[in-house]
């Protein structure tokens, strides 16, 4: 086989083999991308559930506050106390609710950041190969005469040769 075949063949299977870990890593970003909005959807909506457990503790406290106004009023002390009892039961619930809202929102604020960067990651990444176009490179690649280089390499050692 000749020399200038086997280079060709070599340059051809190098930028075919590139090409190839292109698209794998392609795949692989556009997996982890997919994978990571999900994770992020996810934060965000049990964020989403804290937040209305959150309002509807506050909400209940503020009936039994309410209840026990009303049941004063009518002199039904026990009912009011009782009443009370369970305002605080639910204070305390939305406090707990509250602190891990407040120790939510900078995960979630850092997660969409991360992912804002992902996503541009992805899209820079898919600039440079739609860019790069391999294949048409590849087909605008004259071909080269490699019989006339191999008859050119061979004159060329037979001359070293006679030196």
Known sequence: M???DRINRLI???ITDWKHQRK???RELEQTLTEFKQSVQNVISSQELLWRDYQNAQQQANELVE???LALQQQNEPLARELLTRKQSYSKQAEELKQRLDELIPTVTL???QLTALESERNLFKAS???ANLEQ???AMPDLDFVEID???DLLRSRLNRL
Do not use: F, V
């Open 12 to 14: 051809r299977s190098n």
């Open 151 to 153: 008859a050119e390499l």
């Open 24 to 26: 794998d890593y392609q």
């Open 67 to 69: 209840s026990a106004k």
């Open 2 to 4: 000749a020399l200038g």
């Open 129 to 131: 190969l739609a860019s």
């Open 111 to 113: 997660l969409e950041q």
């Open 137 to 139: 490179d590849l087909e």
